[in-house]
């Protein structure tokens, strides 16, 4: 699972922020490391007056590297495909 979450309006974000663990690990409230960053927060403000397309790469930008995290964490090798 990956959550994307896009921040809406002018609150305060600290929370959303804390929960997109670019920066550090995430820990439960027993200490438990989390086994991969799975969040993606991007304020919409940041982009208001910005291109659709700036905005959809930002949302998007760690689906890939979360894809690739998930994969490894199950020892799920990826599959070779014959060329199209």
């Known amino acids: 699972?990956?959550?994307?979450?896009?921040?809406?309006?002018?609150?305060d974000f600290a929370a959303m922020e804390f929960l997109d663990g670019d920066?550090?690990?995430l820990?439960?409230?027993?200490?438990?490391?989390?086994?991969?960053?799975?969040?993606?927060?991007v304020?919409?403000?940041d982009?208001?007056?910005a291109p659709k397309e700036t905005l959809a790469k930002?949302?998007?930008?760690?689906?890939p590297?979360?894809?690739?995290?998930?994969f490894k964490h199950q020892n799920l090798p990826p599959i070779n495909s014959e060329p199209a």
Do not use: C, K, W
């Open 1 to 11: 699972m990956s959550i994307i979450i896009v921040g809406v309006g002018n609150a």
């Open 23 to 25: 920066n550090r690990v």
């Open 27 to 41: 820990r439960s409230y027993t200490g438990e490391e989390a086994a991969r960053d799975i969040v993606q927060f």
């Open 43 to 45: 304020p919409f403000r």
């Open 47 to 49: 982009f208001r007056n």
């Open 58 to 63: 930002a949302v998007l930008a760690e689906l």
């Open 65 to 70: 590297q979360q894809v690739v995290q998930y």
